[in-house]
Each structure stands twice: as structure tokens, then as C-alpha cells.
């Protein structure tokens, strides 16, 4: 060849892989440009060096060192040279040898280019597949690759462990990734937004296992394009959260569980309705829980039967008077029956079962039943479907021990407090009796001391008179002594007449409230000097003539108790009746008192005399008072309370019939 043509010069010199000659011994004849620039040396430095000085290493299969080989040529090999400035360059050689016309050997031509920093990509590229292909086997995530049609491509081992496939490839069997989903809808649905955004991030399905259990995902997946921007696949990755959705699906159950107690504890509060608590605690339990049907039975420990209390999901038809429990342990039911028997406090008891019949015996069912305790007794039963009880898990158990037990507790506190009520009824009947009696009583008396005692004295007074003219004027001690006897009559006259006026006054009868209030308080502002406000606000017409007294008497203790205790100056007395109630309002500037303090000097029975009063008739009763405050009594008394004038009229007339019967 040529190389000093100058055309043939010019286009080795074009070349962008470095061009090398050699003669048969190994000398360089020509270096091109791009030699020059990956070598670091010149043409002019290179011309007459031996081509080791360049590679510093001869291979067995060189053609100028060995001439017994069969010459090849298009021999590419990969050498690490050293530039002339010390730096170490990865290059790919290609030879070719020169032959002349009778095939001995005339040179070789050396074909190399930098290799450097593509080998430095590969280098990076087989690091990075490394690290891609170790992360894909190790993490613990879910990675799989899809084709466009849900094909699966590729998949790492723990896709293949966490829905218990024995291996990636019994994935590959599957026809479409959708067969992994619970339920196919949750990766069209992805899938859709992947379409539409280009990606999906914590994307919340449910994954199928192999055994059709279901396994709580979070999906994250985008899109595979080609140079079109075309859709060819999808890749994704996945987390098991079914631990989270446990925890989550355990924190809800505890919610629900008290926000079932606090439905049932507010129900219970507004309102002290056994029945009521009670559906309140079934229809809770059966939505929380998915019941179909639910009942419950209290025990009643007297008649020694179970009463059903209310029932919920049976047909409307069905006679719920007919429906007894059947035990499948009879001796269970005994103890339950049993007065004497006591349980030991558990947050739980074991489940029992019934079967619930009524006339028509073909729609028995049998039902798994949940203790409802009181006090450590068995009080009655929670009962659901049987069928529907077996999918319950440990949570759903601790639940229907923990509303039994509240409900337990409820009923006892629902009996005490009607026992408490039903006392407080008794002893408002009772002191209704006492009072109504004690006002017959004084009226008895009142008119005893005026009619018969009254009649007596004037009766002395007429035959002290009588003997009076007989006894000559001139016996002045006779004289004197039937003055004085006269005097002393007259005065225990009057003094009847004030009892007789206290004990029942004729004016309340007669005229009503206001004359003899209005009398009353005159006579005592003239006998003490203490200034009376007294007014009466709204009555156009007499009220009942038992409301008279009981206002009468209010006014009579508030006077008494201002005379004798607060060291008052004035004393004013409202009755206001407006709707609904009668206000009744007694105020005075004195001393006042503590009301929390026990004063053995002021005895309380008047104030509490006027408080059963006002609770007799429905009222409120409100004390206000205070050491140097002085003192303020408030009370209300319903208009209409035709329970209680029920009661007044019953008593009236028992009341009646003692006194008739004494009087007789």
C-alpha cells in the first residue's frame, strides 16, 4: 500500500478511529490523527517505534513475532494502553495483515479506537442492573411488569411468597394480572387512572392469595411507552398493609364498641326505660355486627321463667307472645333459673345455644346466646343466629361480653332507681296524707275551740253575770273576784280565737287567700314592728281551695321564721300567678344564715316542711341566703297538676272518712 499517496493520506487522516501501519519488523510508518489524540503522541514521535512501545504487549497471535501462524485478519482484541502522559485508556484493536503476491508477510495495520468510557458505561450499566436485579429479588414488596394487555412479564419472588404461589413461574401460568385482585374491578379501576395520569401512587386494593384469602394492598404503578409515546405495558409496586388494616380494623372495632356503650349509657341517661335501653342495645349490636336477627330475655327470678324483652328481625306475622327459648343444656337453664346462683365476674362468658319456637314449630331457629350479668348474677341473654356467630373473631366476642356486662349493670341501676322512685312516690303519697290529714285536723280543732270551747266560755261569762247581780254591791270581794274571773275569760277568749285563727283562719274558707293573708300580716305588723310588703299579682278568680293552703301556710313559716330568727326590719311577700306556675316570693333585710351549716339555734323544720310542700304539688323550692345577705325564699307551683289533685282528692276523701268516722 501506498500511505505516501496523498489521497490515500487524506482519508486515513479523516478516519475518527485511530489508523496504525507497521512493516514486516514492527516499525511504525504512519499514525493518523485520531492515534495522535488517544495515544497522546505525535506522527512525527511515533515514526520508526515498534508498535510495543505503544501496547506494551505483544499477544501470541501476533503475525511479525510469530511468522509460523496462518495469518488472519478482522482479529479484534481489547488492550489497556499507556498515553504518553501516564494515563491507562481501554482500546479495541483490529488487525489486519499485509500480504505481498507471494504471501509472505509486508506489514500490519492496527485499527483501534477508545473504549474508555463505554467500558466505564458497561461497567455502570452491569453495576446498575446488579443493584436493580438485587432490589428486585430482595425487598420484601410486591414488583411486577405487565404487558399492555395485563400479560405478567416479570415478577420477583415476594410477589410470588406474599400471595403464596410456590414460585414466579406458577405466576406466569396466570392469564391476566387481574387474577391476582380480589376482585378484578380494583385493577380496571388502577388501571384507569394510570391511563389517565400516566401513573397511580398509593393506591389502596385488595389482593387475592392463592388460596382466595385476601391480602391489603397499596399499589403504586406507571406506564411503559415506546418512541411514540404509546402505551406497551405497565410496572408497579405493592406493600402489604393487612398488618395496618388490621390494626385500623381492630381500632374501629374499639370505636364501635364505645360508641355502642355510649349509645346505649346516653339512652339510658335521657331516659330510665328498661325497653328502651334495651332495643337501643340490640338494634347497635346487630348493625355493628351484621345481624339478621336478634332478641333478648331477662330473667325473672320470681315467677321462674324467661320473658322475652323485644326481638328484631322476624317477620311482623309472627306471634312474639308464643316464642319461648328451648336450651339445648337443661342444666344451665336451671342454674339460671336458680335464685341463690352467683357467677364469678368475667369479662366474657362462654356462648350458649337456644332454640327459639313459637306455634309454628318449621321456623324454629337456633341461636347462639351472650350472658347479660347483674351483680354477679345471671339477669338474661343477648341471642343472635348461629350461623351468623361463627365469623365472629376474638374482638366481636370482647364486645358482646363488654355490652352484656353494661347492660347488667343498667338494669340494676334502672331497678334501683325505679325502687327509689317508687319510695319517693310512696312518700310523697304519705306526707300528702300527713299534711292533708294535719290541715283537717287543725280545721277540727279550729272550729271545736270556736264553736264549743268558744260557747262554753260566753256560757261561764252569762252565769258569772247572773250571780254578779245577786251578790250584794256592797261585798266588794266577791265583786272584784268576778271581775277578775270575767277579765280572765275574756282574755282566754280571745287567745282561743288567735289559736282557733292560726290553726285554720274562717277568712281563707270564706273569702279566699288574699283577705286572710292581707289579715294576717296587718294583725303582725301591729303586735311586732316589722314593716310587711304584701301584694297579690293576677288572681281574678279563687284558686283551689288546697293551693290556698299551701300558700297560706308558705307565708305563715316565711313570717314566722323572719320574727324569730333574722332580726329583720321588713319583710315582703309576693304571689304572682302567671302560666304555668304560681310564684310565690317571701324576702327579708336580716341576718341571714348558711344554709350548708347544721344551726342548732335555727331549726330547719320549717323550711323543710315548705319543701315537701312544694314537691307534693310538682313545684321547685329555691333558697337564697347568706350570713349578713339576708334571706329569699322562691318557689313555683304548677296550675295544672291533675296527677297530684288526683292524689289531694283520694286523700281528701280518705282523710274524710277518719273524720267522720271520729265525729261519729
Given at each position: 500500500?501506498?500511505?505516501?499517496?496523498?489521497?490515500?493520506?487524506?482519508?486515513?487522516?479523516?478516519?475518527?478511529?485511530?489508523?496504525?501501519?507497521?512493516?514486516?519488523?514492527?516499525?511504525?510508518?504512519?499514525?493518523?490523527?485520531?492515534?495522535?489524540?488517544?495515544?497522546?503522541?505525535?506522527?512525527?514521535?511515533?515514526?520508526?517505534?515498534?508498535?510495543?512501545?505503544?501496547?506494551?504487549?505483544?499477544?501470541?497471535?501476533?503475525?511479525?513475532?510469530?511468522?509460523?501462524?496462518?495469518?488472519?485478519?478482522?482479529?479484534?482484541?481489547?488492550?489497556?494502553?499507556?498515553?504518553?502522559?501516564?494515563?491507562?485508556?481501554?482500546?479495541?484493536?483490529?488487525?489486519?495483515?499485509?500480504?505481498?503476491?507471494?504471501?509472505?508477510?509486508?506489514?500490519?495495520?492496527?485499527?483501534?479506537?477508545?473504549?474508555?468510557?463505554?467500558?466505564?458505561?458497561?461497567?455502570?450499566?452491569?453495576?446498575?442492573?446488579?443493584?436493580?436485579?438485587?432490589?428486585?429479588?430482595?425487598?420484601?414488596?410486591?414488583?411486577?411488569?405487565?404487558?399492555?394487555?395485563?400479560?405478567?412479564?416479570?415478577?420477583?419472588?415476594?410477589?410470588?411468597?406474599?400471595?403464596?404461589?410456590?414460585?414466579?413461574?406458577?405466576?406466569?401460568?396466570?392469564?391476566?394480572?387481574?387474577?391476582?385482585?380480589?376482585?378484578?374491578?380494583?385493577?380496571?379501576?388502577?388501571?384507569?387512572?394510570?391511563?389517565?395520569?400516566?401513573?397511580?401512587?398509593?393506591?389502596?386494593?385488595?389482593f387475592k392469595k392463592k388460596d382466595g384469602t385476601r391480602l391489603h394492598g397499596c399499589l403504586s404503578a406507571n406506564t411503559f411507552l415506546d418512541d411514540h409515546e404509546n402505551i406497551v405495558?405497565?410496572?408497579?409496586?405493592?406493600?402489604?398493609?393487612?398488618?395496618?388494616?388490621?390494626?385500623?380494623?381492630?381500632?374501629?372495632?374499639?370505636?364501635?364498641?364505645?360508641?355502642?356503650?355510649?349509645?346505649?349509657?346516653?339512652?339510658?341517661?335521657?331516659?330510665?326505660?328498661?325497653?328502651?335501653?334495651?332495643?337501643?342495645?340490640?338494634?347497635?349490636?346487630?348493625?355493628?355486627?351484621?345481624?339478621?336477627?336478634?332478641?333478648?330475655?331477662?330473667?325473672?327470678?320470681?315467677?321462674?321463667?324467661?320473658?322475652?324483652?323485644?326481638?328484631?328481625?322476624?317477620?311482623?306475622?309472627?306471634?312474639?307472645?308464643?316464642?319461648?327459648?328451648?336450651?339445648?343444656?337443661?342444666?344451665?337453664?336451671?342454674?339460671?333459673?336458680?335464685?341463690?346462683?352467683?357467677?364469678?365476674?368475667?369479662?366474657?362468658?362462654?356462648?350458649?345455644?337456644?332454640?327459639?319456637?313459637?306455634?309454628?314449630?318449621?321456623?324454629?331457629?337456633?341461636?347462639?346466646?351472650?350472658?347479660?350479668?347483674?351483680?354477679?348474677?345471671?339477669?338474661?341473654?343477648?341471642?343472635?343466629?348461629?350461623?351468623?356467630?361463627?365469623?365472629?373473631?376474638?374482638?366481636?366476642?370482647?364486645?358482646?361480653?363488654?355490652?352484656?356486662?353494661?347492660?347488667?349493670?343498667?338494669?340494676?341501676?334502672?331497678?334501683?332507681?325505679?325502687?327509689?322512685?317508687?319510695?319517693?312516690?310512696?312518700?310523697?303519697?304519705?306526707?300528702?296524707?300527713?299534711?292533708?290529714?294535719?290541715?283537717?285536723?287543725?280545721?277540727?280543732?279550729?272550729?271545736?275551740?270556736?264553736?264549743?270551747?268558744?260557747?262554753?266560755?260566753?256560757?261561764?261569762?252569762?252565769?258569772?253575770?247572773?250571780?254578779?247581780?245577786?251578790?250584794?254591791?256592797?261585798?266588794?270581794?266577791?265583786?272584784?273576784?268576778?271581775?277578775?274571773?270575767?277579765?280572765?275569760?275574756?282574755?282566754?277568749?280571745?287567745?282561743?280565737?288567735?289559736?282557733?285563727?292560726?290553726?285554720?283562719?274562717?277568712?281563707?274558707?270564706?273569702?279566699?287567700?288574699?283577705?286572710?293573708?292581707?289579715?294576717?300580716?296587718?294583725?303582725?305588723?301591729?303586735?311586732?314592728?316589722?314593716?310587711?310588703?304584701?301584694?297579690?299579682?293576677?288572681?281574678?278568680?279563687?284558686?283551689?281551695?288546697?293551693?290556698?293552703?299551701?300558700?297560706?301556710?308558705?307565708?305563715?313559716?316565711?313570717?314566722?321564721?323572719?320574727?324569730?330568727?333574722?332580726?329583720?326590719?321588713?319583710?315582703?311577700?309576693?304571689?304572682?300567678?302567671?302560666?304555668?306556675?304560681?310564684?310565690?316570693?317571701?324576702?327579708?333585710?336580716?341576718?341571714?344564715?348558711?344554709?350548708?351549716?347544721?344551726?342548732?339555734?335555727?331549726?330547719?323544720?320549717?323550711?323543710?316542711?315548705?319543701?315537701?310542700?312544694?314537691?307534693?304539688?310538682?313545684?321547685?323550692?329555691?333558697?337564697?341566703?347568706?350570713?349578713?345577705?339576708?334571706?329569699?325564699?322562691?318557689?313555683?307551683?304548677?296550675?295544672?297538676?291533675?296527677?297530684?289533685?288526683?292524689?289531694?282528692?283520694?286523700?281528701?276523701?280518705?282523710?274524710?272518712?277518719?273524720?267522720?268516722?271520729?265525729?261519729?
Amino acid at each position: 500500500m501506498d500511505i505516501h499517496n496523498k489521497s490515500v493520506t487524506d482519508i486515513f487522516n479523516t478516519l475518527s478511529d485511530a489508523f496504525m501501519i507497521m512493516d514486516a519488523t514492527g516499525k511504525i510508518n504512519y499514525f493518523n490523527p485520531a492515534a495522535e489524540r488517544i495515544t497522546g503522541y505525535t506522527k512525527v514521535e511515533t515514526t520508526g517505534m515498534e508498535c510495543t512501545d505503544i501496547f506494551q504487549t505483544c499477544d501470541l497471535n501476533c503475525p511479525i513475532n510469530n511468522r509460523d501462524i496462518a495469518h488472519k485478519n478482522g482479529i479484534t482484541r481489547e488492550l489497556e494502553i499507556t498515553r504518553q502522559d501516564g494515563k491507562k485508556i481501554l482500546v479495541e484493536c483490529t488487525r489486519n495483515v499485509l500480504l505481498d503476491s507471494d504471501g509472505c508477510l509486508q506489514g500490519v495495520v492496527e485499527v483501534f479506537k477508545n473504549i474508555s468510557q463505554i467500558k466505564c458505561l458497561e461497567n455502570n450499566l452491569i453495576y446498575s442492573e446488579f443493584k436493580y436485579r438485587r432490589l428486585f429479588e430482595t425487598t420484601k414488596d410486591m414488583i411486577f411488569i405487565i404487558s399492555k394487555e395485563g400479560i405478567i412479564i416479570e415478577a420477583n419472588q415476594a410477589m410470588a411468597d406474599l400471595l403464596d404461589y410456590k414460585d414466579k413461574e406458577e405466576l406466569y401460568l396466570l392469564s391476566n394480572i387481574e387474577h391476582v385482585f380480589i376482585d378484578p374491578i380494583h385493577w380496571h379501576v388502577c388501571k384507569k387512572h394510570i391511563d389517565l395520569n400516566g401513573f397511580v401512587q398509593d393506591f389502596e386494593v385488595g389482593f387475592k392469595k392463592k388460596d382466595g384469602t385476601r391480602l391489603h394492598g397499596c399499589l403504586s404503578a406507571n406506564t411503559f411507552l415506546d418512541d411514540h409515546e404509546n402505551i406497551v405495558g405497565y410496572e408497579g409496586i405493592a406493600k402489604d398493609i393487612t398488618p395496618r388494616m388490621d390494626s385500623f380494623r381492630r381500632l374501629y372495632k374499639h370505636h364501635q364498641e364505645l360508641l355502642l356503650l355510649n349509645t346505649v349509657s346516653l339512652t339510658m341517661n335521657s331516659s330510665q326505660n328498661l325497653k328502651e335501653v334495651l332495643n337501643t342495645a340490640l338494634d347497635e349490636a346487630m348493625k355493628l355486627l351484621n345481624f339478621s336477627i336478634g332478641t333478648i330475655f331477662l330473667i325473672n327470678h320470681d315467677q321462674d321463667r324467661f320473658e322475652l324483652q323485644t326481638l328484631k328481625g322476624l317477620p311482623e306475622q309472627v306471634n312474639k307472645t308464643m316464642i319461648k327459648p328451648i336450651f339445648h343444656d337443661i342444666q344451665l337453664m336451671e342454674f339460671f333459673l336458680g335464685k341463690d346462683n352467683c357467677l364469678t365476674p368475667k369479662s366474657i362468658f362462654p356462648s350458649f345455644k337456644i332454640t327459639l319456637e313459637n306455634a309454628d314449630k318449621r321456623r324454629s331457629i337456633i341461636l347462639s346466646c351472650f350472658l347479660i350479668t347483674e351483680k354477679g348474677r345471671p339477669s338474661g341473654f343477648m341471642a343472635f343466629p348461629l350461623s351468623e356467630t361463627h365469623d365472629l373473631v376474638l374482638e366481636d366476642f370482647n364486645l358482646l361480653g363488654s355490652l352484656g356486662n353494661f347492660l347488667g349493670g343498667s338494669i340494676a341501676n334502672i331497678k334501683l332507681i325505679r325502687t327509689v322512685q317508687k319510695h319517693r312516690e310512696e312518700l310523697k303519697h304519705l306526707t300528702a296524707r300527713l299534711f292533708q290529714s294535719q290541715e283537717i285536723e287543725c280545721k277540727r280543732i279550729a272550729r271545736e275551740l270556736h264553736d264549743e270551747t268558744g260557747s262554753a266560755l260566753i256560757g261561764i261569762n252569762f252565769n258569772l253575770e247572773a250571780v254578779e247581780k245577786i251578790i250584794p254591791s256592797d261585798d266588794l270581794v266577791m265583786n272584784n273576784m268576778i271581775r277578775n274571773i270575767k277579765q280572765q275569760i275574756n282574755d282566754t277568749y280571745l287567745e282561743m280565737r288567735r289559736i282557733s285563727h292560726l290553726l285554720h283562719p274562717a277568712l281563707l274558707t270564706d273569702l279566699g287567700l288574699e283577705p286572710a293573708l292581707d289579715s294576717y300580716l296587718n294583725q303582725t305588723a301591729r303586735q311586732s314592728s316589722l314593716n310587711i310588703d304584701f301584694k297579690m299579682i293576677g288572681f281574678t278568680d279563687r284558686i283551689n281551695p288546697d293551693i290556698e293552703t299551701v300558700l297560706y301556710r308558705f307565708s305563715q313559716e316565711a313570717l314566722s321564721n323572719t320574727i324569730k330568727y333574722a332580726r329583720a326590719s321588713f319583710f315582703k311577700l309576693s304571689i304572682i300567678k302567671g302560666y304555668p306556675s304560681i310564684i310565690f316570693v317571701a324576702e327579708d333585710d336580716g341576718i341571714g344564715f348558711d344554709p350548708n351549716q347544721n344551726n342548732q339555734e335555727r331549726p330547719s323544720l320549717g323550711l323543710l316542711s315548705m319543701r315537701e310542700r312544694t314537691a307534693i304539688w310538682g313545684g321547685k323550692f329555691s333558697l337564697r341566703t347568706g350570713k349578713g345577705m339576708g334571706t329569699r325564699i322562691r318557689i313555683e307551683i304548677p296550675i295544672k297538676t291533675s296527677g297530684l289533685s288526683i292524689l289531694k282528692e283520694e286523700s281528701s276523701n280518705f282523710l274524710q272518712e277518719i273524720y267522720e268516722t271520729k265525729t261519729h
